[in-house]
């Protein structure tokens, strides 16, 4: 990928990250900082290509590594955010 | 890359932004993480056409089938008060994987441009650093005997500058070596990069451990982004980046509400200030429970301050028990939640929701801490540090200028504690010394069963 390209999407993608978070109630937070730990989950797409051209035992095994600990990350933070966000359906009314 | 699959990963990181940006707001918020997931099944599942994915098919579904499954069974099975340390420890595997990614790269000793493989050695230290203060940070959180406390010894911080140098210049080694770096320096960058991250989170107390959660959260967003750069796949650069970026604001929020600058938590003086710290005049007075319920019933308005306790005697239900028998007498009942209550911002106001307390009726220090004034009785329950008067009051102690919960305006103040020992940060509190403070010692869940079966009698 073009490096301009590249440094483009990391600065748009911070100012992105930033106004998210920038006005979110206290009350959030924890889901919050939960669910955007699900997001960068997608770290799972890295290691399955990593892992589905890895060569060699060592490879193979780091690669497959990756790709557990990225499923963990991926589904563990989908699990939990989906727990905590689930007490908030009973509430009626906002703030 | 395939169109189809270009297609998918856009799609992927729109809906990250977008779930991320429903999730802040809690009408949305159920909404906003089903499309992440959305998001997320997309793109792991056009990932199995990906042009480069052409082996290891069985092993891909085997790793995702084992990885997966352990962490659903966990992420299912834990209690709600546990939520904060299974996050650090999700959040590290993804720090671990970031790593793992790099170190598949390095390994293969391809020819990789100069920028690529800066940021692939960049990402793997600050993935690693991620992944091993993560599980310390589970580990302190999950009360390991070994891991509790702060772990400090003579000279730590040298040490603990001393590797980081030497991690670094290993690292700036082999990203500006080409591909003339050995196996057996590599192993060693990982090794000790993995040792930089235990020695960092060691020393830090487990008040802190939700700034560090936090802060280690966006280290792996950004370890993500960097390694999303050196596979050229963008869903990963922007969904890593948008992370990094919104961890170091939460990082910075949560900072700023202890009032502690983050570099302060890191390398910590916590306890160490110089200076005699006020002597505690007066004593603690007890209450019993009786005595206790006849003053919440007749009161006018009863704020409720939870804290950690609350969490640890999953007295949350209890507590809104109480609260509805209150209201049924006429009395007005808020819940003042400070911003570090509990292990993580908003923990309390977890809890809280699982046991079904509306949050319009729950409040942010900035909004009622005015009220104070106002209010008959403070109950105070499992909490001590965020609302220990001697932040307002004394230059000398640690936790001056931390803003506190003003629970010792209040007419009367009801502390709900298990003994008579200092808080998490080790610090005395005036409030119980005061003489508007009455102690009501006893287990959370117990005392407010007791206190219910009191008010009935009434």
Known sequence: MDGFIAIYIFILAGFVGYEVISKVPVILHTPLMSGSNFVHGIVLVGAMVVLGQAEGFMEQLVGFIAVVLAAGNAVGGYVVTERMLEMFKSSKGGK | MNLFVEIFYLA???????????????????????????????????????????????????GIAVGGGIAWKTGKEVAMTDMPQMIALYNGMGGGAAAAIAAVELIKHEPM????????????????????????????????????????????????????????????????????????????????????????????????????????????????????????????????????????????????????????????????????????????????????AIMMAFAEKVIIIPGYGMAVAQAQHKIWEMTKQLQERGVTVKFAIHPVAGRMPGHMNVLLAEAGVPYDIIYDLDEINEEFKTADVALVIGANDVVNPIARTDPNSPIYGMPILNADY???????????????????????FADNCRMLYGDGQVVASELIANMKEL
């Not at chain 2, 999950?142 to 040298?158: D, T």
């Not at chain 2, 504690?417 to 005395?428: P, Y």
């Open chain 2, 410 to 432: 209040a007419k009367n103040v009801i502390v709900v504690k298990r003994g008579q020992g200092a808080g998490f940060s080790g610090i005395e509190n005036h409030l119980f």
């Open chain 2, 12 to 62: 992927a990181a729109v809906l990250f932004i977008l779930g991320l940006k429903q999730m802040a707001s809690p009408v949305t918020a159920r909404r906003g993480i089903v499309w992440a997931g959305i998001g997320m099944v997309l793109a792991t599942l056009i990932t199995f056409v990906h042009p480069h994915v052409n082996s290891n098919y069985l092993l891909i579904i085997i």
């Open chain 2, 113 to 292: 441009d100069g920028t690529v493989q800066l940021l692939a050695v960049f990402g793997a230290l600050i993935g690693a650093v991620a992944f091993s203060g993560s599980l310390i940070a589970f580990g302190k959180l999950q009360g390991i005997k070994q891991l509790r406390g702060a772990f400090r010894f003579h000279n730590q911080q040298r040490i603990n500058a001393g590797l980081f140098i030497v991690v670094a210049w290993m690292g700036l080694g082999i990203a500006t070596s080409g591909m003339d770096y050995g196996m057996f320096t590599l192993f060693l960058f990982f090794a000790l990069a993995l040792a930089f991250g235990v020695m960092m989170t060691l020393p830090i107390g487990g008040a802190d451990m939700p700034v560090v959660i936090s802060l280690y959260n966006a280290f792996t967003g950004l370890a993500v982004g960097f390694e999303g750069y050196v596979l050229d796949n963008p869903a990963m650069m922007i969904a890593g980046i948008v992370v990094g970026s919104a961890g170091t604001l939460l990082t910075q929020l949560m900072a700023k509400a202890m009032n502690r600058p983050i570099t302060n938590v890191l390398f910590s003086n916590f306890g160490e200030t110089t200076g005699e710290a006020q002597e505690v005049t007066g004593s603690m007075k007890a209450i019993e429970s009786p005595d206790a």
